[in-house]
């Protein structure tokens, strides 16, 4: 109430002004009239009143106190006199709003990055209690699986420990009608009823899932669209009941996911969500099964229970469980925090990895703000030497030192003001490129991304806190050097500044000391740029074990055509036998799956001893999961995969369905099965049930070692096993075709499939490279690459503007000394080398700190980045020379500058 009266008191300013002289005039009339009645003449009646009243001013002064509108007053006639401060100085103004600019957006920018990536899902986490459940072998932590239907129902039964339980899963299938453009791969999430109710989220529009439709096998095929998938449509007003084609069936669309909703994952998620009774008809699999382990489960813990006191009560959950679903079965359950970096997990995943790659980048870009501020601190010192005489004299009228200091922290206030102005409306315009980039990378990938509108609250109390703390950091230290009391100096000095000639130029003077701070903490921001970069570099050439230049890969699905295997089969070979007559029998393969497609085939390999080496406790035979691919004849060479021992498939076994049962394996799982032995001869079974028969015609011989391919970025290339596709053919089947030009081989190679295969849809025809450099992993450290790098030019350029209008400044103020010496014989040269020494003494204190926050930098760095610690110390030295030059050519262009004054002129205005 007190501040409502002091702003309506200060708004309404001249009336109270008026009222209150009113009213002090009437009081002193009264007391002029009572001494006039004792007898006082008019004129000493009067000064008797004004003496028992006080003085008026002092008394009008009292009052605004009480109003409390003194405050707001002084704020106000601060704020004007900072306006035209500031106006009296453009260049100054412009320069310091710029430097504040960048620092702030680059906060802003990073702020909202981990707002969205880390700290939302985080606190959706801690807010509604959310566990994930995983099983895993009860003898260790490993042995992972999913969980089958049956298994999850008897999980949210037990209720003494999850209130609420859900399951999902996730798969890539084909969306839309027709073929190639209208028909695409993406990702499609099945989840139960409670999902979204479990997330706490509403529909944008229309509804969730019911439990009817959630039932397995329920077959309603009715849909949820994703917020993005809607925005791509055009957001047509009948979107709610029309159809979308998925896997040749119609589903209506009953709901909107909320905007930015992804599930449990911070950044990807599926176009479409359908209810788990539809699951079905897209991963061809039995939910009623108990032994179909497909779901990842979700579940909230009940009132007022910790995660601690949940997994004490794990075991008797445990018990329960299997009596209701496996009685024999020998598997222990786990909880733990939902994974936000992947779709869907069967174990639990490390997490801290994005935990400190957010405080990474948090601090990576705060100190580009502090080399802000340390540039803008400078700039105020220079610019407050100027203004020390008219400072002093304001002191020594009685101006309060807090009042001078309040006032240049306005000014600086002011200027963070209008920097963050500018910085929010620089990082909307940074925020709409890097979405625009990933919105072109990622509209051929199989995913949605969280696109979310950049300015809100959140992100405007941000910019705020930011612009306060540049204020702070950048105006209180030369504030009160500033206004420190050594008035006589002060005023005598000239306004070139040769009172304090002296001390600025000391080495270790306050302006030199944030110049050395400046390099130091740039030099660490352009060391951790260069590593970025240097990761990005390795992801590009990284030696990936196959070569994906000269290639056009074409997908056909026919999972989504009527045809049976047989037909399927048949269909194949056709086509394979008619392109290779058409490209020639070298230049096209085939295969089930390829590189970098987020392959999901997995398989369980069992060596032939794989009964004897069975663990002792659990019975289980010893096995190794993994990726299983089926391929044509010549697939190896088409790829260059390198084949390390023995052979690939010959003529008979890549065209004989009943041919010899023969696998090639790479490196890994050779390494797995045979340790050091010769795996090449070696038998191993694909399945448990061919395992338990002891038959070992149902076996398969080893013939070929070949190197592993990657399919990842980050990862290392997993355990691979081949096999001859008329063997096993697969209803998704990518064709490679070599081409000299990929690019402009597609037309004719989209032309020619329509032509062979006019009944199985072509989903995609594109260049193996695209999958290589649109993968999820490849963007990831591509758009890291491009902010880290950007963090490192904006410090570099912070940098050489605080060193550039430093070294100008105090050169500036040299300009009578340098006059002087020149008149007395010092060439130019020789100034300008001086000059120049003392620069690059100061920057080699700045490299010298600045070489241990690098190396620290490099060591949080080196377990984030791909190629680790190598090309670390070139890398560092790298940075520390373009630093230097920099500050070289900063120091050098005023300096030379400097040394062409005519002698004659600086002496005749002295």
Same mark, same amino acid.
């Given at each position: 109430m007190k501040l409502f009266n002091a702003l309506a008191r200060l708004f309404g300013r001249r009336r109270v002004e008026a009222e209150m002289d009113e009213e002090m005039q009437f009081h002193l009339e009264h007391l002029t009239e009572r001494y006039v009645n004792r007898g006082l003449a008019p004129a000493a009646a009067r000064r008797a009143a004004l003496r028992e009243f006080?003085?008026?001013?002092?008394t009008k002064e009292e009052v605004r106190d009480a109003w409390g509108a003194r405050l707001l007053q002084d704020l106000a006639r601060d704020l004007r006199y900072a306006v035209l401060s500031l106006r009296r100085t453009p260049g100054f103004t412009a320069i310091a709003v710029v430097t504040l600019a960048l620092g702030i957006s680059v906060n802003t920018v990073m702020f909202a990055f981990v707002r969205d990536a880390v700290l939302q899902p985080l606190a959706r986490n801690d807010a509604r209690n959310l566990v994930a459940v995983y099983t895993s072998r009860a003898d260790?932590?490993?042995g992972w699986r999913y969980f089958s239907y049956p298994e999850v129902e008897a999980l949210a039964e037990q209720t003494d420990v999850f209130a609420n339980v859900a399951a999902y899963t996730f798969d890539v299938t084909a969306i839309g009608t027709g073929r190639d453009q209208n028909l695409q791969r993406r990702v499609v999430g099945m989840v139960s009823h409670s999902y979204f109710d479990l997330l706490g989220v509403t529909p944008h529009a229309g509804r969730f899932f019911s439990p009817d439709e959630s039932r397995p096998n329920a077959s309603i095929p009715v849909a949820v669209a994703d917020y993005g998938y809607w925005e791509r449509a055009g957001q047509p007003a009948n979107f709610i009941g029309s159809t979308v084609r998925v896997k040749q069936r119609?589903?209506?669309?009953?709901?909107? %996911?909320?905007?930015g909703f992804l599930g449990l994952s911070s950044s990807v998620g599926p176009d479409l969500w359908l209810p788990l009774g539809e699951a079905h008809h897209i991963v061809d699999g039995d939910f009623d099964n108990p032994n179909y382990h497909r779901l990842s489960p979700i579940a909230q813990l009940a009132p007022g229970l910790? %995660?601690? %006191?949940?997994?004490?009560?794990?075991?008797?959950v445990t018990q329960n469980l299997w009596n209701q679903t496996a009685p024999n079965e020998d598997r222990q359950l786990l909880i733990g925090a939902p994974s936000t970096n992947d779709l869907q997990d069967d174990q639990p995943n490390d997490e801290s990895f994005m935990g400190l790659f957010a405080t990474l980048s948090l601090g990576l870009s705060a100190v580009v703000?502090?080399?802000a501020c340390l540039n803008l601190a400078n700039l105020l010192l220079a610019r407050g030497a100027a203004r020390r005489k008219e400072i002093a004299v304001r002191l020594s009228l009685g101006a309060s030192r807090f009042r001078i200091v309040r006032q240049l922290v306005t000014e600086t206030f002011?200027? %963070?003001?209008?920097?963050?102005?500018?910085?929010?409306?620089l990082s909307t315009w940074v925020d709409h490129m890097l979405m625009q980039l990933s919105a072109d990378a990622f509209a051929v990938s199989q995913f949605s991304f969280n696109v979310r509108p950049f300015v809100d609250t959140t992100t405007l109390l941000a910019t705020l806190g930011f612009s306060a703390f540049a204020t702070l950091v950048s105006s209180l230290g030369p504030a009160l050097r500033l206004t420190r009391p050594s008035l006589i100096t002060d005023i005598k000095a000239t306004p070139e500044g040769g009172a304090d000639a002296s001390r600025s130029g000391r080495f270790f003077s306050l302006s030199n000391l944030l110049v050395v701070a400046q390099i130091a903490c740039s030099l660490a921001l352009l060391f951790s740029a260069a590593l970025f970069l240097g990761s990005v570099r390795h992801a590009r050439h990284a030696d990936r074990g196959f070569d994906p230049a000269q290639q056009v890969v074409a997908n056909l699905d026919y999972r989504i055509t009527d045809m049976d295997t047989e037909q399927i089969a048949a269909r194949q070979q056709t086509v394979l036998t008619r392109l290779r007559e058409r490209y020639g029998a070298d230049a096209v393969a085939t295969a089930s799956n390829i590189p970098y497609n987020f392959d999901l085939s997995r398989r369980s390999v069992y060596p032939l001893d794989a009964l004897a080496q069975a663990n002792p406790e659990t019975g289980e035979p010893r096995r190794q999961r993994a990726g299983y691919t089926t391929v044509s004849g010549g697939y190896f060479d088409l790829l260059d995969i390198q084949v390390l021992r023995g052979r690939t498939f010959n003529a008979t076994e890549s065209t004989d369905p009943a041919g010899p049962r023969v696998v090639v394996i790479d490196q890994q799982l050779a390494t797995f099965l045979y340790g050091d032995a010769d795996p090449i001869g070696q038998r191993l079974y694909l399945d448990k049930e061919a395992l338990n028969s002891g038959d070992t015609r149902l076996s398969h011989e080893v013939i070929g070692v070949v190197r592993s391919p990657r399919d990842h970025v980050f990862n290392e290339p997993p355990a691979r096993l081949y096999r001859p596709l008329v063997q096993d053919p697969s209803p998704n089947l990518f064709v490679h075709l070599r081409q000299p030009d990929p690019i402009a081989a597609l037309p004719d190679v989209r032309r020619t499939l329509d032509e062979l295969e006019p009944l199985a849809p072509l989903l995609a025809v594109r260049p193996l490279a695209s999958y290589v450099e649109q993968h999820l992993s490849t963007?990831?450290?591509?758009i890291c690459g491009l902010v880290f790098g950007l963090l490192g030019a904006i410090a570099l350029v912070l940098a050489v503007a605080g060193v550039y209008g430093v070294k100008a400044h105090q050169i500036a103020r040299r300009t009578r000394e340098i006059g002087i010496r020149l008149a007395i014989g010092a060439s130019p040269r020789r100034v300008v080398r001086q000059i120049v020494r003392q620069g690059l003494a100061q920057a080699a204190v700045g490299l010298a700190i600045g070489l241990g926050l690098a190396f620290l930098a490099g060591q949080v760095l080196a377990s984030m980045l791909l190629q680790g610690t190598s090309g670390q110390s070139l890398m560092l030295l790298g940075s520390a020379a373009v630093l230097a030059t920099a500050v070289f050519l900063a120091t050098w262009i005023p300096a030379r500058r400097a040394a062409r004054v005519d002698p004659a002129v600086t002496l005749k205005s002295e």
């Open positions: 006080g003085g008026i001013d002092q260790a932590d490993r119609d589903y209506t669309i009953v709901g909107i %996911a909320p905007r910790s %995660a601690e %006191a949940a997994r004490a009560r794990l075991p008797a703000l502090v080399v002011l200027l %963070a003001l209008m920097g963050g102005t500018l910085g929010l409306l963007l990831v450290i591509e």
